[in-house]
């Protein structure tokens, strides 16, 4: 199983022998979670929410049908998400009178609330977020985790007195995103997206794009700045401090957790299959007895002693006891990305010892069982560290400078995310992607970087450094 020669292949396999997903549901677009998928998502679904209720956002679940006036309140947004929304038209064979929609996105199903709720400058800020399945019929091709029709995110939506506020709480959350994904090892740029492309309804849109082995990348999470184009639409005002009614300032924010999922396996994993980050590995270290003649019973004592020892320090372990061999279960926790693999053969117990083996390099050591604890637990966060390093150094690699179309083409071509000068003009824009088949995704707001060339398609003065990547 080759990651570099076929990726496709390679994920696809990763999903069906790991658990993951099956996407051999009968409805095109969508897909069931298998045992091993859906707890890692629940892994990062809890750290995300621990997160965000930390930061004020309180919990909801909000209707998943929407009426189409609310959907229809403003003109942007629905003109950006008619075409890929899913009616819902009749009950039996009765025509509904009025029509509904299944949620593509939640503003229009919470709006019409956060009207009720909000009344003085007391109940702001309202800071809200639900982990739910969203609806969209993609017209292009579907793929598991990264494209589907039912997909899994969080949403959260905040309403503040002012535009200020709305920026504090943006920072707020690109703060909370970057913090989950930067524990989960991913790199990926922070960029802001050009005007033509935000998000419908918005004043402008950051979005992260993480790498992919293919060179397409992948936005993994996206945060907007509302302004008041939707509390104008849904008439969301409060009483200021000095009687006066004012329409808020909106912000939401959307962390695709199928798509993170899908950024872990393909930046992580490797031809022996999954690579965990231990933060959300279910299991975390999995122990391997290794049988030896006349030995056996004793070696299976040993093995759950290791066992209880390192359940005992709060490691999420597991002890490998069904009748495979163990050459097979090595391969079998390998393809499952647990991060470390103890193995206890008859030598380990006799010298009081274990054997520890990373998934990241496959690299073993042996160790005092004294120490085991310790040592498990330095070695976890260092599997950490070398994903994150890993896959930073494979970003860096994948970005090319580029400033003429033709290198523009092979870069893109060669499945790399290329550095460009752009003026700023959507015609240029258009060039670029008819002639290269990439986006411009937008430029970084992390650092500033100044252009050092003119325009790659017009040649007149550039306007900003942006970042130009097939895209899923
Ligand atoms: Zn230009």
């Not at 076929?6 to 045992?35: C, H, T």
């Not at 996206?222 to 004012?246: C, M, P, W």
């Not at 015609?427 to 970087?449: L, P």
Request: overall charge neutral.
């Amino acid at each position: 199983m080759k990651k570099d020669e076929n990726f496709s292949k390679w994920f696809d396999e990763i999903l069906l022998n790991a658990e993951i997903l099956d996407n051999r549901y009968p409805i095109k677009g969508f897909a069931v979670y298998k045992g091993w998928g859906t707890r890692i998502l629940r892994d990062i679904i809890e750290m995300l929410e621990r997160k965000l209720m930390e930061t004020g956002h309180t919990p909801m679940l909000f209707p998943v049908a929407i009426s189409e006036d609310s959907f229809k309140k403003e003109a942007r947004h629905i003109k950006g998400f008619t075409s890929e929304v899913f009616w819902i038209t009749h009950a039996g064979d009765r025509k509904l009178k009025k029509r509904m929609l299944l949620r593509p996105t939640s503003e229009t199903a919470m709006y019409p609330m956060f009207a009720q709720w909000i009344r003085s400058h007391a109940d702001l800020p309202l800071k809200v977020f639900q982990s739910v399945c969203v609806y969209r019929y993609e017209t292009k091709a579907t793929r598991p985790l990264f494209r589907m029709r039912e997909f899994l995110w969080n949403e959260a939506h905040t309403a503040h007195r002012d535009w200020e506020e709305a920026e504090e709480q943006i920072r707020e959350a690109i703060k909370i995103y970057d913090e989950i994904f930067k524990t989960l090892g991913l790199s990926y740029y922070i960029l802001k997206r050009p005007d033509f492309d935000k998000f419908a309804g918005a004043a402008y849109s950051i979005a992260f794009d993480a790498w992919n082995p293919d060179g397409r990348v992948n936005q993994i999470g996206t945060v907007h700045n509302l302004g008041e184009n939707f509390s104008r639409a849904f008439d969301i005002t409060y009483e200021d401090t000095e009687g006066k009614q004012r329409y808020v300032t909106q912000t939401c924010y959307g962390f695709g957790i199928s798509r993170t999922l899908a950024a872990v396996i393909s930046q992580h994993g490797d031809d022996h299959g999954l690579v965990l980050p231990p933060e959300i590995s279910p299991i975390q270290v999995v122990i391997v007895p290794i049988p030896y003649k006349g030995l056996e019973a004793k070696i299976e004592d040993y093995a759950k002693g290791v066992f209880s020892k390192l359940k005992e320090a709060g490691l999420r372990v597991h002890l490998d006891e069904t009748d495979k061999t163990p050459g097979e279960k090595y391969y079998y926790w390998e393809m499952f990305g647990v991060p470390v693999r103890v193995e206890v053969g008859p030598r380990d117990m006799e010298d009081e010892r274990i054997t520890i083996c990373e998934r990241v390099d496959l690299k073993r050591t042996s160790v005092p069982l004294e120490e085991a604890v310790q040592l498990i637990n330095e070695s976890l966060k260092k599997i950490s560290k070398k994903l994150k390093e890993k896959s930073l150094l494979t970003l860096k690699e994948m970005t090319v400078d580029v400033s003429d179309l033709e290198s523009l083409r092979k870069a893109i071509k060669t499945k790399k995310i290329a550095r460009i000068c752009w003026c700023g003009n959507i015609g240029c824009a258009e060039k670029i992607r008819e002639e290269s088949g990439g986006e411009i995704r937008g430029y970084r707001i992390d650092i500033e970087e100044v252009p050092e060339h003119s325009c790659i398609i017009c040649g007149l003065e550039a306007e900003r450094v942006v970042y130009v990547a097939r895209a899923y």
